[in-house]
């Protein structure tokens, strides 16, 4: 299970990126997706996560309305729409993977969920 995070960069406040998490070596079908996020000096941050059928997403209350999750399982990625983006943002961006069943509903926004998880992107935003 191979996963790799990537879109990241230096945007100013009020900007947007679309960071992606593409999978390989396996089909991400059977698998819940989150988002963390990592600024320095704080701990890991639950970000967002999609289920494996894409039906349920949760958000964290810092990013909710200005950050959408979706996946594209025939692309095998999934993908973080970054809108409005503040300062505090700012953070490396981690993607993860928990197994789960094709065409269920779960997904939760914590770590210790997660057991398959790839590099990170680095996400600046500029005030």
């Known amino acids: 299970v191979q996963l790799q995070a990537s879109g990241g960069g230096l945007v100013q406040a009020g900007g947007s990126l679309r960071l992606s998490c593409a999978a390989s070596?396996?089909?991400?079908?059977?698998?819940?997706i989150g988002w963390f996020r990592q600024a320095p000096g704080q701990e890991r941050e639950g970000v967002s996560c999609?289920?494996?059928?894409?039906?349920?997403?949760a958000y964290a209350d810092s990013v909710k309305g200005r950050f959408t999750i979706s996946r594209d399982n025939a692309k095998n990625t999934v993908y973080l729409q970054a809108n409005s983006l503040k300062p505090e943002d700012t953070a490396i961006y981690y993607c993860?993977?928990?197994?789960?069943?094709?065409?269920?509903?779960?997904?939760?926004?914590?770590?210790?969920?997660?057991?398959?998880w790839g590099q990170g992107t680095l996400v600046t935003v500029s005030s």
């Open positions: 999609i289920s494996s059928n894409g039906g349920s997403t």
């Open positions: 070596g396996f089909t991400l079908d059977y698998f819940a």
């Open positions: 993860a993977a928990v197994l789960s069943v094709a065409g269920s509903t779960w997904c939760q926004p914590h770590a210790r969920y997660y057991h398959s």
